[in-house]
């Protein structure tokens, strides 16, 4: 089982990586800010619950749980603030 956990995780790695090149790099008026296009944030958001559930499921009570979470969130909030309609 551990091998499967330890796949799993290097995969959802892996699509991450994979996904962090495609960042649009977007100029506001005070500073320079990435962004997903809307379908690569639609996949995104997917790969996130995805790794919050695998964590939760695999790694229960781990103290870095909270702080990936937290970081997602503050993504999230960043992808609302800032998406160009």
């Known amino acids: 089982m551990e091998e499967t956990v330890k796949?799993?995780?290097?995969?959802l790695i892996q699509?991450?990586?994979?996904?962090?090149?495609?960042?649009?790099?977007r100029e506001?008026?005070?500073?320079t800010?990435?962004?997903?296009?809307?379908?690569?944030e639609e996949e995104y958001i997917k790969w996130k619950e995805n790794a919050k559930r695998f964590?939760?499921?695999n790694f229960i009570g781990d103290k870095h749980i909270d702080e990936f979470n937290k970081t997602?969130?503050?993504?999230?909030l960043h992808l609302i603030n800032?998406?160009?309609y």
Do not use: M, W
């Open 33 to 40: 800010y990435y962004v997903y296009d809307t379908y690569i």
């Open 28 to 31: 506001g008026d005070f500073f």
């Open 7 to 11: 796949n799993e995780l290097d995969a």
């Open 55 to 57: 964590l939760e499921i």
């Open 72 to 76: 997602c969130d503050e993504k999230n």
């Open 15 to 25: 699509e991450q990586k994979e996904r962090i090149p495609k960042l649009i790099i």
């Open 82 to 84: 800032n998406r160009s």
